[in-house]
Protein backbone atom coordinates (compact mmCIF):
# COMPACT_ATOMS: atom_id res chain seq x y z
CA UNK A 1 0.00 0.00 0.00
CA UNK A 2 1.54 3.40 -1.14
CA UNK A 3 0.92 5.84 1.12
CA UNK A 4 -0.93 8.82 0.91
CA UNK A 5 0.40 12.01 0.64
CA UNK A 6 -1.21 15.55 1.50
CA UNK A 7 0.50 18.84 2.19
CA UNK A 8 1.48 18.32 5.27
CA UNK A 9 0.87 14.53 6.34
CA UNK A 10 1.75 10.63 5.11
CA UNK A 11 -0.91 8.57 5.92
CA UNK A 12 0.56 5.04 5.77
CA UNK A 13 -0.82 1.59 6.70
CA UNK A 14 -0.16 0.88 10.21
CA UNK A 15 3.16 -1.13 12.07
CA UNK A 16 3.51 -2.48 14.81
CA UNK A 17 5.93 0.22 16.21
CA UNK A 18 2.94 2.26 16.07
CA UNK A 19 1.20 1.50 19.47
CA UNK A 20 4.21 3.62 21.24
CA UNK A 21 3.76 6.55 19.51
CA UNK A 22 0.12 6.51 19.30
CA UNK A 23 -0.51 5.10 22.95
CA UNK A 24 -0.32 8.67 24.51
CA UNK A 25 -3.41 9.67 22.55
CA UNK A 26 -5.51 6.29 23.45
CA UNK A 27 -4.43 7.63 27.15
CA UNK A 28 -6.07 10.67 27.18
CA UNK A 29 -9.37 11.11 28.63
CA UNK A 30 -10.09 14.45 26.70
CA UNK A 31 -9.01 12.75 23.23
CA UNK A 32 -11.12 9.47 24.20
CA UNK A 33 -14.07 11.22 25.84
CA UNK A 34 -15.53 11.10 22.24
CA UNK A 35 -14.10 7.61 20.99
CA UNK A 36 -15.32 4.31 21.29
CA UNK A 37 -17.11 3.31 24.29
CA UNK A 38 -15.52 6.97 25.55
CA UNK A 39 -12.92 4.95 27.76
CA UNK A 40 -9.04 5.77 27.54
CA UNK A 41 -6.80 2.52 26.28
CA UNK A 42 -3.72 1.08 28.17
CA UNK A 43 -0.28 1.02 26.39
CA UNK A 44 -1.20 -2.89 26.05
CA UNK A 45 -4.61 -1.96 24.56
CA UNK A 46 -3.33 0.22 22.27
CA UNK A 47 -0.77 -2.56 20.83
CA UNK A 48 -3.55 -4.79 20.43
CA UNK A 49 -5.53 -2.09 18.47
CA UNK A 50 -2.73 -1.49 15.88
CA UNK A 51 -2.22 -5.35 15.46
CA UNK A 52 -5.84 -6.07 14.77
CA UNK A 53 -5.71 -3.08 12.56
CA UNK A 54 -2.53 -4.70 10.81
CA UNK A 55 -4.79 -7.67 10.17
CA UNK A 56 -8.08 -5.76 8.93
CA UNK A 57 -5.29 -4.24 6.03
CA UNK A 58 -3.99 -7.72 5.52
CA UNK A 59 -7.51 -9.67 5.08
CA UNK A 60 -9.69 -6.15 3.55
CA UNK A 61 -6.95 -4.62 1.80
CA UNK A 62 -8.25 -1.03 3.80
CA UNK A 63 -8.21 0.06 7.08
CA UNK A 64 -7.17 2.62 9.75
CA UNK A 65 -3.86 4.68 8.32
CA UNK A 66 -1.35 5.71 10.68
CA UNK A 67 -1.45 9.83 10.07
CA UNK A 68 2.32 10.79 10.36
CA UNK A 69 3.54 14.49 9.83
CA UNK A 70 5.87 15.12 7.14
CA UNK A 71 8.14 17.96 8.87
CA UNK A 72 8.98 15.64 11.82
CA UNK A 73 7.86 12.58 11.48
CA UNK A 74 5.74 12.89 14.35
CA UNK A 75 2.62 10.31 14.58
CA UNK A 76 0.03 12.63 14.98
CA UNK A 77 -3.12 9.63 15.00
CA UNK A 78 -5.08 7.71 13.20
CA UNK A 79 -7.24 8.44 10.12
CA UNK A 80 -9.09 5.98 7.82
CA UNK A 81 -12.01 3.49 6.24
CA UNK A 82 -14.11 1.19 8.77
CA UNK A 83 -16.53 -0.94 7.60
CA UNK A 84 -19.19 -1.48 10.12
CA UNK A 85 -22.33 -4.05 10.44
CA UNK A 86 -25.39 -1.45 10.38
CA UNK A 87 -26.99 -3.42 12.98
CA UNK A 88 -24.55 -3.67 15.41
CA UNK A 89 -22.20 -0.99 14.68
CA UNK A 90 -19.97 -2.79 15.46
CA UNK A 91 -16.74 -3.21 12.79
CA UNK A 92 -17.32 -5.31 10.51
CA UNK A 93 -14.94 -7.55 7.85
CA UNK A 94 -14.49 -9.63 4.96
CA UNK A 95 -16.51 -13.17 6.93
CA UNK A 96 -19.73 -11.24 7.58
CA UNK A 97 -22.92 -11.12 6.01
CA UNK A 98 -25.57 -8.19 6.24
CA UNK A 99 -25.35 -5.04 5.64
CA UNK A 100 -22.64 -2.89 5.94
CA UNK A 101 -21.72 1.19 5.90
CA UNK A 102 -18.14 2.59 5.06
CA UNK A 103 -16.89 4.92 8.44
CA UNK A 104 -14.61 7.55 7.68
CA UNK A 105 -13.13 7.83 11.28
CA UNK A 106 -10.24 10.10 12.65
CA UNK A 107 -8.67 10.55 16.12
CA UNK A 108 -6.18 13.44 16.44
CA UNK A 109 -3.57 13.39 19.14
CA UNK A 110 -4.15 16.25 21.31
CA UNK A 111 -0.86 18.20 20.58
CA UNK A 112 -2.28 18.69 17.26
CA UNK A 113 -5.74 19.70 17.45
CA UNK A 114 -6.80 23.33 16.17
CA UNK A 115 -4.64 22.85 12.73
CA UNK A 116 -6.70 21.34 10.55
CA UNK A 117 -4.59 18.28 10.63
CA UNK A 118 -8.13 16.23 10.95
CA UNK A 119 -10.01 17.72 8.07
CA UNK A 120 -6.59 17.57 5.73
CA UNK A 121 -6.46 13.91 6.84
CA UNK A 122 -10.16 12.87 6.94
CA UNK A 123 -10.07 14.44 3.31
CA UNK A 124 -7.48 11.82 2.35
CA UNK A 125 -9.29 9.18 3.49
CA UNK A 126 -12.11 9.90 1.85
CA UNK A 127 -11.15 10.14 -1.03
CA UNK A 128 -9.63 6.97 -0.78
CA UNK A 129 -12.68 6.17 -0.25
CA UNK A 130 -14.31 6.81 -3.23
CA UNK A 131 -11.73 6.77 -5.28
CA UNK A 132 -10.14 3.34 -4.62
CA UNK A 133 -12.62 1.15 -2.60
CA UNK A 134 -15.21 2.50 -5.60
CA UNK A 135 -17.65 3.45 -2.34
CA UNK A 136 -20.74 5.40 -3.32
CA UNK A 137 -21.77 6.17 0.37
CA UNK A 138 -19.74 6.74 2.97
CA UNK A 139 -20.84 7.47 6.87
CA UNK A 140 -19.21 9.64 9.91
CA UNK A 141 -20.32 8.19 13.36
CA UNK A 142 -20.19 11.20 15.71
CA UNK A 143 -21.01 11.41 19.78
CA UNK A 144 -23.10 13.97 20.42
CA UNK A 145 -21.02 16.84 21.51
CA UNK A 146 -17.88 16.54 19.49
CA UNK A 147 -18.64 19.66 17.88
CA UNK A 148 -14.90 19.43 16.35
CA UNK A 149 -15.06 16.30 15.09
CA UNK A 150 -18.80 17.61 13.42
CA UNK A 151 -17.12 20.54 11.83
CA UNK A 152 -14.51 18.63 10.00
CA UNK A 153 -17.37 15.77 8.66
CA UNK A 154 -19.51 18.93 7.49
CA UNK A 155 -16.30 20.15 5.82
CA UNK A 156 -16.03 17.25 4.16
CA UNK A 157 -19.48 17.47 2.69
CA UNK A 158 -21.12 15.45 5.26
CA UNK A 159 -24.18 15.99 6.01
CA UNK A 160 -26.90 14.73 9.19
CA UNK A 161 -28.76 11.78 8.43
CA UNK A 162 -30.16 10.14 11.72
CA UNK A 163 -29.02 9.47 15.11
CA UNK A 164 -27.76 5.31 15.69
CA UNK A 165 -27.04 3.62 19.07
CA UNK A 166 -23.30 3.35 19.22
CA UNK A 167 -22.55 0.82 22.23
CA UNK A 168 -23.92 2.54 25.20
CA UNK A 169 -24.77 5.66 23.67
CA UNK A 170 -26.35 7.64 20.71
CA UNK A 171 -24.29 8.57 18.03
CA UNK A 172 -24.69 10.97 15.01
CA UNK A 173 -24.70 9.12 11.67
CA UNK A 174 -23.77 11.55 9.00
CA UNK A 175 -23.63 10.60 5.49
CA UNK A 176 -21.66 11.45 1.76
CA UNK A 177 -23.26 10.41 -0.76
CA UNK A 178 -21.54 10.47 -4.44
CA UNK B 1 -29.47 -25.34 -19.31
CA UNK B 2 -31.19 -25.64 -16.13
CA UNK B 3 -29.28 -26.37 -12.18
CA UNK B 4 -30.89 -27.71 -9.07
CA UNK B 5 -29.77 -27.50 -5.56
CA UNK B 6 -31.32 -28.13 -2.51
CA UNK B 7 -32.97 -25.20 -2.17
CA UNK B 8 -32.86 -23.38 -5.55
CA UNK B 9 -33.43 -23.80 -9.29
CA UNK B 10 -31.30 -21.72 -11.50
CA UNK B 11 -32.54 -21.58 -15.23
CA UNK B 12 -31.60 -18.93 -17.86
CA UNK B 13 -34.14 -15.57 -17.46
CA UNK B 14 -37.42 -15.51 -19.17
CA UNK B 15 -39.46 -12.44 -19.92
CA UNK B 16 -41.71 -13.33 -16.73
CA UNK B 17 -38.52 -12.67 -14.42
CA UNK B 18 -38.64 -8.90 -15.46
CA UNK B 19 -40.97 -7.85 -12.11
CA UNK B 20 -39.17 -9.90 -9.91
CA UNK B 21 -35.94 -8.66 -11.61
CA UNK B 22 -37.59 -4.85 -10.84
CA UNK B 23 -37.58 -5.86 -6.89
CA UNK B 24 -33.75 -7.13 -6.96
CA UNK B 25 -32.76 -3.79 -9.00
CA UNK B 26 -34.55 -1.13 -6.70
CA UNK B 27 -33.08 -2.00 -3.80
CA UNK B 28 -30.90 0.26 -2.36
CA UNK B 29 -28.65 -2.27 -0.53
CA UNK B 30 -28.03 -4.57 -4.16
CA UNK B 31 -27.18 -1.41 -5.67
CA UNK B 32 -24.47 0.12 -3.54
CA UNK B 33 -22.23 -2.55 -5.08
CA UNK B 34 -24.13 -2.54 -8.03
CA UNK B 35 -23.16 0.31 -10.92
CA UNK B 36 -26.13 -0.25 -13.34
CA UNK B 37 -29.72 -1.39 -12.31
CA UNK B 38 -32.94 -0.55 -13.34
CA UNK B 39 -35.59 1.51 -11.35
CA UNK B 40 -38.38 1.52 -13.99
CA UNK B 41 -39.89 -1.52 -15.74
CA UNK B 42 -38.87 -1.07 -18.85
CA UNK B 43 -34.95 -0.72 -17.48
CA UNK B 44 -35.56 -3.89 -15.57
CA UNK B 45 -36.54 -5.61 -19.14
CA UNK B 46 -33.82 -4.13 -20.93
CA UNK B 47 -31.37 -6.04 -18.25
CA UNK B 48 -33.31 -9.38 -18.43
CA UNK B 49 -32.76 -8.89 -22.13
CA UNK B 50 -28.96 -8.30 -21.76
CA UNK B 51 -28.61 -11.35 -20.24
CA UNK B 52 -30.55 -13.34 -22.30
CA UNK B 53 -28.37 -12.24 -24.93
CA UNK B 54 -25.52 -13.25 -23.28
CA UNK B 55 -27.15 -17.17 -23.08
CA UNK B 56 -27.88 -16.64 -27.01
CA UNK B 57 -24.50 -15.79 -28.03
CA UNK B 58 -22.26 -17.75 -25.84
CA UNK B 59 -24.68 -20.33 -24.28
CA UNK B 60 -24.08 -19.84 -21.14
CA UNK B 61 -24.66 -16.55 -18.61
CA UNK B 62 -26.79 -15.20 -15.61
CA UNK B 63 -29.22 -17.95 -14.28
CA UNK B 64 -32.37 -16.51 -12.33
CA UNK B 65 -31.99 -17.98 -9.21
CA UNK B 66 -35.73 -19.54 -7.93
CA UNK B 67 -36.31 -20.69 -4.57
CA UNK B 68 -38.00 -24.05 -4.89
CA UNK B 69 -40.18 -24.22 -2.08
CA UNK B 70 -42.55 -21.19 -3.05
CA UNK B 71 -40.67 -20.47 -6.70
CA UNK B 72 -40.03 -17.01 -5.74
CA UNK B 73 -36.99 -14.93 -8.07
CA UNK B 74 -34.60 -14.30 -5.13
CA UNK B 75 -31.87 -12.64 -8.01
CA UNK B 76 -29.22 -13.65 -10.59
CA UNK B 77 -26.35 -16.09 -9.93
CA UNK B 78 -24.22 -16.97 -12.83
CA UNK B 79 -21.76 -17.00 -15.61
CA UNK B 80 -20.59 -13.50 -17.41
CA UNK B 81 -17.57 -13.41 -19.80
CA UNK B 82 -15.03 -10.45 -19.38
CA UNK B 83 -12.29 -8.96 -22.06
CA UNK B 84 -9.56 -9.55 -19.23
CA UNK B 85 -7.54 -6.73 -21.36
CA UNK B 86 -10.19 -4.19 -20.63
CA UNK B 87 -12.57 -5.68 -18.22
CA UNK B 88 -15.75 -4.88 -20.23
CA UNK B 89 -18.39 -7.63 -20.27
CA UNK B 90 -20.18 -9.35 -22.94
CA UNK B 91 -23.52 -7.85 -22.21
CA UNK B 92 -21.86 -4.69 -22.65
CA UNK B 93 -20.43 -5.51 -25.91
CA UNK B 94 -20.16 -8.55 -28.63
CA UNK B 95 -16.78 -10.10 -27.36
CA UNK B 96 -13.91 -12.82 -28.70
CA UNK B 97 -10.71 -13.75 -27.55
CA UNK B 98 -9.65 -15.49 -24.53
CA UNK B 99 -11.65 -14.70 -22.10
CA UNK B 100 -12.28 -14.65 -18.63
CA UNK B 101 -15.15 -16.05 -17.22
CA UNK B 102 -16.72 -14.64 -14.05
CA UNK B 103 -18.87 -16.51 -11.39
CA UNK B 104 -21.13 -13.75 -10.46
CA UNK B 105 -24.40 -13.61 -7.48
CA UNK B 106 -26.87 -10.80 -7.01
CA UNK B 107 -29.27 -11.61 -4.42
CA UNK B 108 -32.19 -9.08 -3.15
CA UNK B 109 -31.08 -7.85 0.46
CA UNK B 110 -33.86 -9.70 1.88
CA UNK B 111 -32.98 -13.17 0.99
CA UNK B 112 -28.91 -12.74 2.20
CA UNK B 113 -27.34 -14.51 5.04
CA UNK B 114 -29.23 -17.88 4.35
CA UNK B 115 -26.23 -18.77 1.99
CA UNK B 116 -28.33 -18.99 -0.78
CA UNK B 117 -25.89 -17.33 -2.81
CA UNK B 118 -22.98 -19.66 -1.66
CA UNK B 119 -25.80 -22.69 -2.77
CA UNK B 120 -26.27 -21.26 -6.24
CA UNK B 121 -22.25 -19.78 -6.82
CA UNK B 122 -20.82 -23.61 -5.63
CA UNK B 123 -23.34 -25.08 -8.46
CA UNK B 124 -22.09 -23.01 -11.24
CA UNK B 125 -18.47 -22.89 -9.74
CA UNK B 126 -18.46 -26.66 -10.42
CA UNK B 127 -20.20 -26.60 -13.57
CA UNK B 128 -17.79 -24.50 -14.95
CA UNK B 129 -14.78 -26.39 -13.69
CA UNK B 130 -16.35 -29.87 -14.01
CA UNK B 131 -18.63 -30.21 -17.76
CA UNK B 132 -17.36 -26.38 -18.63
CA UNK B 133 -13.98 -27.31 -19.06
CA UNK B 134 -13.16 -23.95 -17.41
CA UNK B 135 -9.57 -24.02 -15.35
CA UNK B 136 -10.26 -20.71 -14.10
CA UNK B 137 -12.94 -18.86 -12.81
CA UNK B 138 -13.07 -15.26 -11.40
CA UNK B 139 -15.43 -12.87 -9.40
CA UNK B 140 -15.68 -8.95 -9.30
CA UNK B 141 -16.11 -7.35 -6.16
CA UNK B 142 -16.18 -4.36 -4.61
CA UNK B 143 -13.13 -3.86 -1.77
CA UNK B 144 -16.22 -3.14 0.85
CA UNK B 145 -18.42 -5.83 0.04
CA UNK B 146 -18.31 -8.24 3.06
CA UNK B 147 -21.39 -10.48 2.15
CA UNK B 148 -19.97 -11.05 -1.34
CA UNK B 149 -15.83 -11.30 -0.57
CA UNK B 150 -17.13 -14.29 2.12
CA UNK B 151 -19.28 -16.25 -0.77
CA UNK B 152 -16.22 -15.59 -2.92
CA UNK B 153 -14.04 -17.57 0.00
CA UNK B 154 -16.45 -20.02 0.51
CA UNK B 155 -16.25 -20.96 -3.01
CA UNK B 156 -12.73 -21.59 -3.07
CA UNK B 157 -11.67 -17.99 -4.75
CA UNK B 158 -8.82 -16.02 -3.09
CA UNK B 159 -7.87 -11.95 -3.62
CA UNK B 160 -5.99 -11.88 -6.57
CA UNK B 161 -5.53 -7.89 -7.26
CA UNK B 162 -7.12 -4.61 -7.88
CA UNK B 163 -8.47 -3.89 -11.56
CA UNK B 164 -9.84 -0.84 -12.76
CA UNK B 165 -12.80 -0.76 -14.89
CA UNK B 166 -11.66 2.14 -17.22
CA UNK B 167 -15.22 2.46 -18.93
CA UNK B 168 -17.27 3.26 -15.37
CA UNK B 169 -13.94 4.74 -13.77
CA UNK B 170 -13.68 2.43 -10.53
CA UNK B 171 -12.13 -0.22 -8.92
CA UNK B 172 -12.70 -3.49 -8.48
CA UNK B 173 -11.06 -6.68 -6.51
CA UNK B 174 -10.38 -9.44 -8.29
CA UNK B 175 -10.77 -12.94 -6.82
CA UNK B 176 -9.80 -16.30 -8.58
CA UNK B 177 -9.79 -19.66 -8.68
CA UNK B 178 -7.30 -20.96 -10.73
CA UNK B 179 -3.75 -19.97 -12.66
CA UNK B 180 -3.99 -16.74 -14.02
CA UNK B 181 -3.77 -16.84 -18.09
CA UNK B 182 -1.60 -13.89 -18.55
CA UNK B 183 1.25 -15.19 -15.39
Redesign the interface.
Given at each position: MTPLETERLLLRAPLPGDAEGLAPMYGDPEVMRFVGDGRTLTPRETENSVRRTIETWAADGFGLFTAVRKEDDALIGRVGLILRNTETWQTAHAGETGPTELEVGYTIARPFWGRGYATEAAAAARDFGLDRLSARRLIALIIRGNDASENVARKLGFEYERDVRFGRRNAQLFALER | MRLETQRLLLRPPEERDVDGYLEVYSDP?VM?FLRSGASTRDEAAVVVGRMRRHWERHGIGLFSVVRKRDERLLGRVGFLLWDPGRWVNAMREDLDGELELEVGWTLA?EH??RGYATEAALACRDLALGDLGWKRIVSLI???N??S??VA?KIGET?ER?IVRPELD????LWSLGERIDA
Amino acid sequence: MTPLETERLLLRAPLPGDAEGLAPMYGDPEVMRFVGDGRTLTPRETENSVRRTIETWAADGFGLFTAVRKEDDALIGRVGLILRNTETWQTAHAGETGPTELEVGYTIARPFWGRGYATEAAAAARDFGLDRLSARRLIALIIRGNDASENVARKLGFEYERDVRFGRRNAQLFALER
Amino acid sequence: MRLETQRLLLRPPEERDVDGYLEVYSDPEVMRFLRSGASTRDEAAVVVGRMRRHWERHGIGLFSVVRKRDERLLGRVGFLLWDPGRWVNAMREDLDGELELEVGWTLASEHWGRGYATEAALACRDLALGDLGWKRIVSLIDRTNAASIRVAEKIGETFEREIVRPELDYRQGLWSLGERIDA
